[in-house]
């Protein structure tokens, strides 16, 4: 009888060492342990859309440094289109953050983003905005084919928010009317300049770049049924990154909820 107890007591002790040690395995060692993985001297590069620039120099990239001084964080930011060409070329990058799935399929379907990290993460609206002091007579998007002088956007060709303002536009019947007085911008922050300045009596873009600047004034949001698919930001590591555990680190850190607070904070809107 004693024998089969402390055969029992045995495979009690056997058991939880196996459950102990699956969940270091599923949760990780460094979270199991309640500590953070050294990644002293370890490098993140990012790439990401133009529009995303201020909450990442601002808040995001300084807090992500903070939690894990060794690591350095340099970002490059475009247009998603210039920045597909420049990954595409050899830009050393460890995290994409797009402003369309667009340019984000074509580099998964190249095999150079690695699809399983791929995560359809944050939405954005397209807005009509003016020069703060501007009194033009303006209340929706159907006023655009009235405006005698310059409209920016971006360039649709390799610029995402130019490619959702065309398809307002086109949608709205007004693309072909209003094409020769467009002024097309290398990036959204181009577009917004243009309109800060006064050098386009009016533009269109994401509604987290018009909240960046007192220099201009939203007139109204692009009409739902103009849009055929909501304003999406992915975001993958790349296949080929450097740092494996630093690159993870700052895509966990991205998906946490003080940072997703931080977008909401810039005007962001979490894709659920």
């Known amino acids: 009888m004693k024998f089969s107890k402390k055969m029992l007591i045995v495979a009690i002790i056997a058991i939880v060492a196996i459950v102990c040690a699956s969940s270091v395995v599923s949760a990780g060692l460094f979270d199991f342990l309640g500590g953070e993985p050294d990644l002293d001297g370890q490098e ?4 990401a859309a133009a529009s995303l620039k201020n909450v990442f120099d601002d808040k995001l990239i300084p807090m992500f440094e903070e939690k ?11 247009s998603s289109g210039d920045l597909q060409t420049q990954i595409e070329n050899g830009l050393e990058t460890d995290v994409f953050m797009s402003a369309a799935n667009k340019q984000m399929n074509a580099l998964a ?4 983003v690695d699809n399983d990290t791929n995560l359809q993460f944050l939405e954005n609206k397209v807005v009509l905005i003016v020069p703060a002091d501007s009194d033009i007579n303006m ?9 005698e002088g310059n409209i920016a956007i971006g360039d649709p060709e390799s610029v995402p928010a130019g490619q959702y303002a065309k398809e307002v536009l086109t ?3 007004m693309w072909d009317e209003i094409e020769p007085k467009l002024s097309l911008g290398t990036d959204v922050t181009a577009v917004l300049n243009q309109v800060a ?7 269109i873009v994401y509604s987290t770049d018009a909240l960046s600047t007192d220099d201009v004034k939203v007139i109204c ?3 739902e049924d103009a849009l055929d698919t909501p304003v999406i ?11 494996t555990e630093a690159t993870q680190a700052f895509m966990d850190f991205l998906q946490s909820q003080e940072a997703k607070d931080v977008f909401v904070e810039y005007g962001f809107t979490l894709h659920e």
């Open 44 to 47: 993140v590069n990012l790439a």
């Open 68 to 78: 894990y001084p060794g690591v350095t964080v340099t970002a490059t930011y475009a």
């Open 109 to 112: 379907d190249e095999g150079i």
């Open 139 to 147: 209340t929706s998007f159907d006023d655009i084919k009235d405006v």
């Open 171 to 173: 949608n709205l019947g």
């Open 197 to 203: 300045q006064g050098s386009a009596d009016c533009g």
């Open 221 to 223: 949001e692009a009409p």
């Open 233 to 243: 930001y992915p975001i993958a590591s790349i296949k080929d990154t450097n740092d």
